[in-house]
């Protein structure tokens, strides 16, 4: 019996750390467990060039608790208005991604794209100097179940055929629609994948009736929403099989209780506290334990082409209850017993 | 251009009013535009039997203000432990209809019925003594959005076939699978309808986009979940098309504002406020404003052998907004514009 799992300091490739007393409240949980986290860009104002992704990087660094050692990995969002200028001068300054949010689509995203290839040349550029593009791939105009699939069949073959070399990751996979796609989906000319998808912890896990199905829960709504068991399955298959298009992103999206719990309640789970004990759970409840390490600490860096983290972190099977929430946050399974528990004392490498 | 409408005095064949504090606050909303509602019996403790019944009715008439006639038809709550008997007593006490709720399937149902044939004897009596069984037609076990399906075409055949005299409305009909089944349902031996449906007002507006494609919104969460547009086309057809097994049962369900929105928010839709100038505007918008009669005031009373109420109430074409609430409790399309306003001047008819 394992009781105890030792993993490579892991990435999160897809989170939302907010700014302000929210990011000072939430960023600890992300920070502590992983080496890494993709931070969106989509704070209130968003982060649109290479200045705001250098001051928003200063705000995180500063926002992190002394003893922890954890690299913001910064992107802009693409606006109708960025150009292959605000690419370049971005990637200049260390930005590793851009986010695309069709307009409307989720939490702060009016200032979204409506006409995505009217943003062709921003992506060119992106693909010359290497930046990925992360897209997060719903169709507004679609029936809420059917807006990813409609995204993948109308705007991602464009996206991939148009602008030859642009990497792509399409954000927390929900559906099997989208799942074959990233599977299906053509490497580049020097033979590598082109596209990737995140995985997030609760599409691994929820299905629309964990949302509305019983009493309304307003804790598991998110954008993508969670849709039916065979697209919960396929995703959950993906992130499994050790295909190292799939990798980890959480997604983990910090609302306040009032915020969620609201006649017009926000989207998004806030998983990160969680997030490595819930994994443990769900890939040993599959047999797939040893392929966790890969899922969370390597497949990510290997597409953004970022050096693998030195280090370990530790985790123990040990019940814990997860707190009601987190400083009026409420987080994924909170008051509900897990397994498996990320302790302190694993080896964060080098210093420096 | 129609600016004032004169309807015969509506029955609401779907109601939930409560008991108590919630019961005074609520019922002056149906008791002043209905002359009958068919009251469900899902109270904290339900209804089960005359006595029930008979108590309840009594809480509610001293609950209706003064200068409201309003006459609350009766219903018991079929439960595991319903007889023959059960029913025979509850139809002596003037109760005409019995609710059955699958077990877990919506508000103050675990006390449901697991396995529905059990209950063939009080089913028999019913069809016996003329009492109509009304069915929440969803079965608990399948996915959120085929439920109802899942009812139709696994239960509710064998009820029809089983039980040869049972008449059965199908209550808060959703799907375009359900109300193609009510259309196709077998006459009885005397050529009249067995199987009719009501339609609440918000099933024939709200689809799942409503509920969890933009914001979440918990006061449209309701059960039987708002599903696809092609199924909300589908039941706005049935209504609008004067097939007089389709007919209006508003299924009103309030519940305190902190109950919808929370952690584990109720389903439920308080129209009972909304209802007439609501349906005014969808059956105008349809061309369909001379059906609009018989949908509220006719062939629920028909179905249910009941004599047409006589007298009649009046809407006028005036702008109002909806308030944000009544007592804490939030109505359908609160804070908004409606364009028909129900206005007191009916004539009641014949007192007494």
């Given at each position: 019996v394992t009781d105890e799992l030792t993993l490579?300091?892991?990435?999160?490739?897809h989170l939302h750390l907010r700014d302000g007393d929210l990011l000072r409240a939430v960023v600890r949980h992300s920070s502590g467990p992983f080496a890494r986290g993709l931070v969106m860009p989509n704070t209130v104002p968003p982060v649109l060039t290479a200045t705001d992704a250098e001051a928003y990087r200063k705000e995180i660094r500063d926002a992190v608790p002394a003893g922890h050692r954890f690299e913001p990995l910064m992107t802009i969002k693409v606006v109708p208005s960025t150009t292959a200028e605000t690419v370049r001068q971005a990637r200049a300054a260390g930005v590793v991604a851009a986010k695309l949010y069709p307009?409307?689509?989720?939490?702060?995203?009016?200032?979204?794209?409506?006409?995505?290839?009217?943003l062709a040349l921003a992506f060119a550029a992106m693909a010359e100097v290497g930046m990925v593009l992360c897209v997060?791939?719903?169709?507004?105009?679609?029936f809420c179940l059917d807006r990813e699939a409609r995204f993948v069949d109308h705007t991602l073959p464009r996206l991939v055929d148009e602008v030859p070399d642009l990497r792509i990751v399409l954000e927390h996979v929900s559906s099997a629609t989208a799942v074959d796609w990233v599977r299906s989906a053509p490497t580049g000319l020097d033979g590598r994948h082109r596209v990737a998808a995140t995985v997030t912890v609760h599409h691994l896990l929820l299905t629309l009736d964990d949302v509305v199905?019983?009493?309304?829960?307003p804790h598991h709504f998110c954008k993508p929403l969670a849709k039916r068991p065979e697209d919960r399955d396929a995703v959950l298959a993906a992130a499994l099989s050790g295909d190292p298009r799939f990798f980890l992103g959480t997604d983990s999206a910090p609302h306040r209780r009032r915020d969620k719990e609201s006649a017009e309640g926000c989207a998004g789970v806030f998983t990160a506290p969680v997030a490595l004990p819930v994994l443990a759970e769900v890939f040993e409840d599959h047999g797939a334990l040893p392929r966790l390490d890969a899922f969370t600490g390597s497949h990510g860096a290997a597409f953004y082409g970022l050096a693998p983290n030195e280090g370990t972190v530790r985790l123990v099977k040990e019940p814990w209850v997860v707190p009601a929430d987190h400083g009026g946050v409420v987080p994924f399974r909170a008051g509900t017993t897990l397994r498996w528990q990320f302790v302190d004392g694993g080896d964060q490498g080098p210093t420096g």
């Open positions: 490579r300091r892991p990435d999160d490739l307009e409307g689509v989720t939490t702060n995203s009016a200032d979204g794209v409506r006409d995505v290839m009217a997060h791939g719903e169709s507004p105009e679609a199905g019983g009493m309304l829960a």
